[in-house]
């Protein structure tokens, strides 16, 4: 991923006091593989979980201790040099102490004058106890800066945490963070779905003969999950209704897991009124046996031929039903030509937007972590998206649809 100035992307990474310290050697090592470039800087107390060797060796940079902040060591003030340098800041863990300081303004470290000497985005991955993380106090402050358009907070997940308490304040897992850095560095930290309600459906769904057989297809609600990451870095607030899925839903996003095209027609007809968003990402099934055992049919039992059934059309039904104000972008799977048989679905189906997406093609598709389609929408216009990151294809559909209210 690079930047406007075709250069690798520079994220400074504050490490804050606190044993979640080590997953962030996870986030520095694979940003580092991804060709950003990373500095770091650790504050006294978390050089007591994690050493500045440690760092420096993953990130191939020196790391900053409040040791070289003190220093006239450099030609410029340290902190006003990586505040500069930084096209995002992450501070991960986040502790109670440096939250409060970064809410009132107070700069008394390295981290705390570097954040106040920087413009860029700042993304906050906060983790404490789950009664520190509680208190009114601490809460008020969390709020407070995030009403600040620059800080970007990642919610704590709940779990068994290192004091032995079951409850929230787990930091995010690197993965997570990683992801949301990637959307950051794409939009540069603006929230544009703040406000909006985004209604996704990911996945295949199951058309089940018996308990143990069903009509299906190799969907794996890999784009549905980037589309649900994207939405919600944008500000938006989602609603992710999804098939059989073994990957983790986001922190923040609000899941609904279904098996069949029945189940996925009722939960999506029952969001659509609140949406402002919806896109039907899901690989949904075209027919269904036409009669179902509740028990396990014995091989001689099968039948010879399969009688079908139709499942409910769902993007034709959201379609009739959506009001003036909502848009509805559905999703075509094709192979060979994508763009006649997709614009014929935009037509018919009376679409705002439709991604035409072929499965014919090596690393895209159902399955693949990467993708690459033609987007087109009601009033013609075209866009052609080479191979990519699902994620960045994510955001390349959200600032293809910012030209459907133009």
């Known amino acids: 991923m690079t930047n406007p100035q075709n250069r690798p ?20 090592s694979t ?77 008394d470290n390295l981290l705390t004058n570097t954040v106040l000497a920087s413009t860029c985005p700042v993304l906050l991955a906060p983790a404490m106890n789950t009664d520190m993380w509680e208190q009114l106090t601490v809460q008020r402050n969390w709020q407070q800066l995030l009403g ?45 779905l703040v406000g909006k309600q985004v209604l996704i459906s990911a996945g295949g769904t199951r058309e089940y003969l018996d308990p143990v057989r069903f009509i299906g297809n190799p969907s794996t609600g890999k784009m549905g999950l980037a589309l649900a990451q994207a939405a919600l870095h944008r500000g938006a607030k989602v609603t992710l209704v999804h098939g059989t899925a073994n990957w983790d839903v986001p922190l923040g996003v609000q899941a609904i897991p279904v098996i069949s095209a029945e189940e996925m027609q009722q939960v999506m007809l029952e969001y659509l009124p609140t949406a402002d968003l919806i896109v039907m990402s899901a690989a949904v099934a075209d027919v269904k046996p036409k009669d179902y055992s509740p028990e396990k049919l ?69 399955g693949s972590n990467n993708n690459q389609a033609v987007f087109l929408n009601s009033q013609g216009q075209q866009m052609k998206i080479a ?20």
């Not at 650790?42 to 201790?65: G, K, M, V, W």
């Open 9 to 28: 992307p520079k994220v400074l990474i504050g490490v804050g006091g606190g044993i979640a310290a080590y997953k962030v050697c996870e986030v520095v």
């Open 31 to 107: 940003l580092f593989k991804a060709g950003i470039e990373v500095r770091v800087i650790l504050t006294d107390s978390a050089q007591e979980f994690i050493t500045p060797l440690t760092l420096s060796t993953l990130s191939r940079h020196r790391a900053y201790t409040d040791s070289d902040f003190w220093q006239a060591t450099h030609a410029r003030p340290l902190h006003i040099e990586l505040g500069e340098w930084a096209d995002l800041l992450l501070i991960a863990p986040l502790t109670a102490n440096t939250l409060a300081k970064l809410t009132y303004g107070m700069a």
């Open 148 to 192: 600040d358009s620059r800080y970007h907070g990642m919610s704590t997940a709940s779990g068994l945490l290192a004091c032995d308490r079951v409850g929230a304040g787990r930091m995010a897992e690197p993965p997570e963070i990683v992801t949301y850095i990637h959307s950051l560095l794409h939009t540069q930290g603006k929230r544009d």
């Open 298 to 366: 014995p091989k001689r039992s099968l039948p010879q031929s399969l009688p079908l059934a139709p499942v409910p059309d769902i993007v034709a039904q959201l379609a009739q039903l959506k009001q003036p104000h909502q848009r509805l972008i559905g999703f075509a799977a094709q192979t060979g030509d994508i763009i006649t048989p997709a614009m014929e679905k935009l037509q018919r189906k009376q679409l705002d937007a439709i991604v035409a997406n072929p499965i014919d093609q090596p690393d895209s598709g159902f």
């Open 387 to 406: 191979p990519c990151s699902k994620l960045k294809m994510a955001h390349y559909l959200f600032d293809f649809l910012r030209n459907l209210d133009k």
